[in-house]
């Protein structure tokens, strides 16, 4: 994978999970998230770096430094439990993908 | 709203080809591309391509250049992918998913699960 991302992060209900994703395109293209919960389909939970889509909550959050972009839920919920994955294109439009982040939560 | 909808589950032999389809709804059909991604079981996601229901144009990841093959039928707002010389390693959930200024996937299908078994 050109974007390299944890496996696992585990987080307590009410802390703070971050998610880093590094990658050298992302200092010049915008990084993606997304959501993915057991047997469904991704859902994008920020944009641009750090644009969050209508109807996903406030605690989630982003941002962009360099080569690496980080997916910050504050306030974990266990609903949050998921896979995440971030996204960006590289110089020749290719879509790439993160390996994927497992968050748990404890 | 904006609605993608797949068709369902497929199982194929080694050899075999197989054609999902993806009809959306809820949005200007000509105006957005379409991406196709698929994930193995307890896998990531792997992008396929990519193709403009406008013009046609493909752009195929490399790993799939030579057997996939991805169309539109503005009809009926609908796009296909199509995947040749099956092989059990095929075996995976294929997404479409819009794509938003040709930098991000939203929404996504529900996927189709295709099992590759003799």
């Known amino acids: 994978y050109e974007l390299t991302q944890p496996p696992s992060v585990s987080v307590s209900p009410g802390q703070t999970a971050r998610i880093s994703c590094s990658g050298d395109v992302l200092s010049k293209k915008y990084g993606f998230w997304y959501q993915q919960k057991p047997g469904q389909a991704p859902v994008l939970v920020i944009y641009?770096?750090?644009e969050r889509p209508s109807g996903i909550p406030e605690r989630f959050s982003g941002s962009s430094s360099g080569t690496i972009v980080t997916l910050t839920i504050s306030g974990v919920q266990a609903e949050d439990e998921a896979d995440y994955y971030c996204q960006s294109t590289d110089s020749s439009g290719s879509v790439l993908f993160g390996g994927g982040t497992k968050v748990t939560v404890l | 709203q904006v609605q993608l909808v797949q068709s369902g589950a497929e199982v194929k032999k080694p050899g075999a080809s197989v054609k999902v389809s993806c009809k959306t709804s809820g949005y200007t059909f000509l105006s957005y591309g379409l991406n196709w991604v698929r994930q193995a079981p307890g896998q990531g996601l792997e992008w396929m391509g990519w193709v403009s229901p406008y013009n046609g144009h493909t752009y195929y990841a490399q790993n799939f250049q030579n057997r996939v093959t991805m169309t539109t039928d503005a009809s009926t707002s609908t796009a296909y992918m199509e995947l040749r010389s099956l092989t059990s390693d095929d075996t995976a959930v294929y997404y479409c998913?819009?794509?938003?200024?040709?930098?991000?996937?939203?929404?996504w299908g529900q996927g189709t699960l295709v099992t590759v078994t003799s």
């Open positions: 998913a819009r794509d938003v200024s040709k930098d991000w996937l939203d929404p």
């Open positions: 641009k770096d750090s």
